[in-house]
């Protein structure tokens, strides 16, 4: 085995993908499930990172940019254009000619793109378009766009099927209890969570790609190291339509304490409240939305929007996860610590890499830097001689578009299946949002057996089928990988909680699970959606008058 890449969240499995394009052995393990970590705890934004203009990260500006233009081409139904608006309120500590200034340099960096480019708003023109903002202080805006990649769990799974589709292995809720260098190679002990079989692989390269769990890995591994990780939380919670509610994204700086914060609509109606970004501390499996944050942001949320009224019981799910960035002790907040993504050779054994930083919008990118390093690395003459082999070669991955994408026209082929899908539209537009041109496959599983024509309880728009597919071919094993992150309905009001029965049964007819199995398995699915439930006894926000100096 050329290469052994531990994490199948974004980052891990781009760096797999682009591996097994470029023709290595490879195989991916984990010890939970695709997307079970921070890539499915992110704003769900594809974005060039206007925040990173502050720190003077341009490079890492740039590449972001070039990475977002590059998901809308390569995976249209994951990944579509999405506005946003910056306002310029009195309050603010970037005064609003800084903010016209960055906007105009994002837009330079972003001179490729195929969105438009920004444009001012009038404090009149606001008053229009967005009738629930504070009016006190407001002066203007920036209105641009960024992209939403509304179902994020879903590019790790057709990441994953071009992994195996290219002849690579992929094993899931398995965990690395050990690393060691053999004259082999490095020595990978693992084990099934799930059955509890132990199994070894050898592999020349191993990249530790296991996010915040990155050090806890290395410190099963023989010889003493550096901290590599300085996690932050993220957390975000959901709310329904609300009065005032925004048409586009809002991004504005907070007036507690300047940090920004995020009104997002989603898809489904409802809108996503977020970030913060907090310095943590212990085990990352443990994260979860605090009251102190769910207070702060609640509280911003009804500065920006009067009319909104928006308290704990408004809380559809709260979501949390640790962003793994690079250890820096000398950042004063976690705002200061850059999100760019660096590949670390291990001092103590040959062939072992650990990766830090990444963000879902460059997660491709990252995969190139990645095998670019392990080129180099087993290319006689090194880091020279790797450049000069792959001047003027593109990565495979490059113009490579996912499997829900790989058609000629997407837009054609989008409004083909719209008129010919048995199924009604709102059914037929939750298959393409999810599976792309794979949609077809979903709906023939439903034609050839009719029970699984049937939606899911609570959730009039989905199939069966979909449950079935999870299964036989995106490599899913417990009922919370399908609701979670095969079907995405965890993340919506009720949590999924009626549809997960109904799915058991159906996971079961699959897997041979027995009655028993499938309550354990509707157990455990409620068990983990109670995690993302608010806190039951949240501080009640304040709401200080707004400042209009």
């Given at each position: 085995?050329?290469?052994?890449?531990v994490?199948?969240?974004?980052?891990g499995l781009?760096?797999?993908?682009e591996?097994?394009l470029r023709?290595?052995s490879t195989?991916?393990?984990?010890?939970e499930?695709?997307a079970?970590?921070?890539?499915?705890?992110?704003?769900?934004?594809v974005?060039?990172?206007?925040r990173?203009?502050?720190?003077?990260?341009?490079r890492l500006?740039?590449e972001?940019?070039?990475?977002?233009?590059?998901l809308?081409?390569?995976a249209?139904?994951?990944?579509s254009?999405?506005?946003?608006?910056?306002?310029?309120?009195?309050?603010n500590r970037?005064?609003?000619?800084?903010?016209?200034?960055?906007?105009?340099?994002?837009?330079l960096l972003?001179y490729?793109?195929t969105?438009p480019?920004?444009?001012l708003?009038?404090a009149k023109?606001l008053?229009?378009?967005?009738?629930?903002?504070?009016?006190?202080?407001l002066?203007?805006?920036?209105?641009y766009f960024?992209a939403?990649a509304?179902?994020?769990?879903?590019?790790?799974?057709e990441?994953a099927?071009?992994?195996?589709?290219?002849?690579?292995?992929?094993s899931?809720h398995?965990r690395v209890?050990?690393?060691?260098e053999t004259?082999?190679?490095?020595?990978?002990?693992?084990?099934?969570?799930?059955?509890?079989?132990?199994?070894?692989q050898?592999?020349?390269?191993?990249?530790?790609?296991?996010?915040?769990w990155?050090?806890?890995?290395l410190?099963e591994v023989?010889?003493?190291?550096?901290?590599l990780?300085?996690?932050t939380k993220?957390s975000?919670?959901a709310?329904?339509?609300?009065?005032?509610?925004?048409s586009?994204?809002?991004?504005?700086?907070a007036?507690s304490?300047?940090?920004?914060?995020?009104v997002?609509?989603?898809?489904d109606?409802?809108y996503?409240?977020?970030a913060?970004?907090?310095?943590?501390?212990?085990d990352?499996?443990?994260?979860?939305?605090?009251r102190e944050?769910?207070?702060?942001l609640l509280?911003?949320?009804?500065?920006?929007?009067?009319?909104?009224?928006?308290g704990?019981?408004d809380?559809?799910?709260?979501?949390?996860?640790?962003?793994?960035?690079?250890?820096?002790p000398?950042?004063?907040?976690?705002?200061e610590?850059?999100?760019?993504?660096?590949?670390v050779?291990?001092?103590?054994?040959r062939?072992l890499?650990s990766v830090?930083?990444g963000?879902?919008?460059t997660?491709?990118?990252l995969g190139?830097?990645?095998?670019?390093?392990?080129?180099?690395s087993?290319r006689?003459?090194g880091?020279?001689a790797?450049?000069?082999?792959?001047?003027?070669r593109r990565a495979?991955?490059?113009?490579?578009k996912l499997p829900?994408?790989?058609?000629?026209?997407?837009p054609?082929?989008r409004?083909r299946f719209?008129r010919?899908?048995a199924?009604?539209k709102?059914t037929a537009?939750?298959l393409?949002?999810?599976?792309g041109?794979?949609?077809?496959r979903?709906?023939?599983?439903?034609r050839?057996e009719?029970?699984?024509?049937?939606?899911l309880?609570?959730y009039?728009?989905?199939?069966?089928?979909?449950?079935?597919?999870?299964v036989r071919?995106?490599?899913?094993?417990t009922?919370?990988?399908?609701?979670?992150r095969r079907?995405?309905?965890?993340w919506s009001?009720?949590?999924a909680?009626?549809a997960a029965?109904?799915?058991?049964?159906?996971?079961?007819?699959?897997?041979?699970?027995?009655?028993?199995r499938?309550?354990a398995?509707?157990?455990?699915y409620r068990?983990?959606?109670?995690k993302h439930?608010a806190?039951e006894?949240?501080?009640p926000p304040?709401?200080?008058?707004?400042?209009?100096?």
């Amino acid at each position: 085995m050329d290469l052994l890449v531990v994490g199948a969240g974004v980052n891990g499995l781009a760096i797999a993908r682009e591996a097994a394009l470029r023709g290595w052995s490879t195989a991916v393990v984990d010890g939970e499930d695709l997307a079970a970590g921070t890539s499915s705890a992110s704003s769900r934004l594809v974005h060039g990172g206007i925040r990173y203009l502050e720190n003077m990260e341009f490079r890492l500006v740039r590449e972001s940019l070039r990475e977002r233009e590059r998901l809308l081409r390569s995976a249209p139904h994951l990944v579509s254009p999405y506005p946003l608006l910056i306002p310029f309120y009195d309050h603010n500590r970037r005064p609003a000619w800084m903010l016209r200034v960055g906007m105009a340099l994002y837009d330079l960096l972003s001179y490729d793109k195929t969105t438009p480019r920004h444009r001012l708003l009038s404090a009149k023109d606001l008053e229009r378009d967005y009738p629930g903002l504070e009016k006190r202080g407001l002066r203007g805006a920036a209105l641009y766009f960024d992209a939403q990649a509304a179902n994020a769990e879903r590019l790790c799974i057709e990441q994953a099927l071009d992994v195996v589709g290219l002849g690579g292995r992929l094993s899931t809720h398995t965990r690395v209890e050990r690393l060691s260098e053999t004259p082999e190679g490095i020595r990978a002990e693992l084990r099934e969570t799930i059955t509890g079989r132990a199994m070894t692989q050898i592999a020349s390269s191993v990249v530790n790609a296991a996010g915040p769990w990155a050090d806890r890995l290395l410190a099963e591994v023989p010889g003493s190291r550096t901290r590599l990780i300085g996690g932050t939380k993220g957390s975000h919670f959901a709310v329904g339509p609300f009065p005032g509610a925004p048409s586009t994204g809002v991004h504005y700086e907070a007036a507690s304490d300047g940090r920004a914060v995020l009104v997002l609509p989603l898809p489904d109606g409802n809108y996503l409240i977020g970030a913060t970004d907090i310095f943590f501390e212990g085990d990352p499996a443990d994260a979860s939305m605090s009251r102190e944050e769910i207070s702060y942001l609640l509280g911003e949320v009804n500065r920006l929007i009067p009319s909104a009224h928006l308290g704990e019981a408004d809380i559809l799910y709260t979501v949390s996860g640790i962003r793994p960035l690079p250890f820096t002790p000398s950042a004063g907040s976690a705002a200061e610590v850059s999100r760019d993504h660096h590949v670390v050779a291990d001092p103590w054994i040959r062939g072992l890499f650990s990766v830090t930083g990444g963000k879902l919008t460059t997660h491709r990118a990252l995969g190139e830097m990645a095998m670019d390093v392990l080129e180099r690395s087993r290319r006689p003459g090194g880091l020279w001689a790797g450049r000069l082999h792959r001047l003027g070669r593109r990565a495979p991955a490059t113009a490579l578009k996912l499997p829900g994408a790989r058609c000629e026209d997407w837009p054609s082929f989008r409004r083909r299946f719209l008129r010919s899908s048995a199924f009604g539209k709102g059914t037929a537009e939750r298959l393409l949002s999810l599976y792309g041109m794979r949609a077809e496959r979903v709906e023939r599983l439903a034609r050839a057996e009719p029970a699984l024509a049937r939606p899911l309880p609570g959730y009039p728009h989905s199939l069966g089928a979909e449950v079935v597919l999870s299964v036989r071919e995106e490599f899913a094993q417990t009922l919370i990988d399908v609701l979670a992150r095969r079907l995405v309905l965890s993340w919506s009001p009720g949590l999924a909680e009626a549809a997960a029965p109904a799915a058991a049964r159906l996971m079961g007819g699959e897997l041979g699970w027995d009655e028993r199995r499938e309550q354990a398995e509707v157990q455990a699915y409620r068990a983990w959606a109670s995690k993302h439930r608010a806190p039951e006894h949240a501080e009640p926000p304040a709401v200080p008058a707004p400042s209009a100096t």
